[in-house]
Antibody, heavy 122, light 108 residues
Framework: EVQLVESGGGLVQPGGSLRLSCAASGFTFSSYSMNWVRQAPGKGLEWVSYISTGSGTIYYADSVKGRFTISRDNAKNSLYLQMTSLRAEDTAVYYC???????????????WGQGTLVTVSS | EIVMTQSPATLSVSPGERATLSCRASQSVSSNLAWYQQKPGQAPRLIIYGASTRATGIPARFSGSGSGTEFTLTISSLQSEDFAVYYCQQYKNWPPWTFGQGTKVEIK
């Protein structure tokens, strides 16, 4: 069974840092690009960051550029999101989501993890 | 950036009735359009990709149509488990991958 399990969320003060992890299983992790998507409470979905299979291509949403760093460890089947200079508006459930296809450049997201909640508040 | 606009924001439908959800892209995305279903407290689940292809395990009452800038998700006969929020997403021009703001399908 393909599975993604996020961890690392929690309460952090404004200006603080947090590192999210996503453990992948049930598929060849190194063959798929990965994404982080977030959802603020009661709001819609916002793509946050993308990383290619070998980490050679990385993208960020403008809202997090310069503050968040995506990375992966293919040997550990894990995806990470290092978040620094956190703001109240970063409060959200953060999902890791796999690219649906390992061969196409045009990729929807499937599957998604269950999410981890990040709350930025003093 | 391609802006995705969904309508209506909320759709009130009785069980057994048809639901029609719309999604519009600010520029052509060809057929690079996906639909997701999200229930409270759960992660989004893929329903449709390629504008009209049902994902694995998705019942035939779900159908997608459209191309270019206008797309529709139809649920032919709503079941209790279909009441949820539905999001469309374009994956033609990226980054960023962009989502619509969602349509909530509620019980009438």
């Amino acid at each position: 069974e393909v599975q993604l399990v996020e961890s690392g969320g929690g309460l952090v003060q404004p200006g603080g840092s947090l590192r999210l992890s996503c453990a992948a299983s049930g598929f060849t992790f190194s063959s798929y690009s990965m994404n982080w998507v977030r959802q603020a409470p009661g709001k819609g979905l916002e793509w946050v960051s993308y990383i290619s299979t070998g980490s050679g291509t990385i993208y960020y949403a403008d809202s997090v550029k310069g503050r968040f760093t995506i990375s992966r460890d293919n040997a550990k089947n894990s995806l990470y999101l290092q978040m620094t200079s956190l703001r109240a508006e970063d409060t959200a459930v953060y999902y890791c989501a796999r690219a649906a296809s390992s061969t196409s450049s045009y990729n929807w997201f499937d599957p998604w993890g269950q999410g981890t909640l990040v709350t930025v508040s003093s | 950036e391609i802006v995705m606009t969904q309508s209506p924001a909320t759709l009130s439908v009785s069980p057994g009735e048809r639901a029609t959800l719309s999604c519009r892209a600010s520029q052509s995305v060809s057929s690079n359009l996906a639909w997701y279903q999200q229930k409270p407290g759960q992660a989004p689940r893929l329903i449709i990709y390629g504008a009209s292809t049902r994902a694995t395990g998705i019942p035939a009452r779900f159908s997608g149509s459209g191309s270019g800038t206008e797309f529709t998700l139809t649920i032919s006969s709503l079941q209790s488990e279909d009441f949820a929020v539905y999001y469309c997403q374009q994956y033609k021009n990226w980054p960023p991958w962009t989502f619509g703001q969602g349509t909530k399908v509620e019980i009438k």
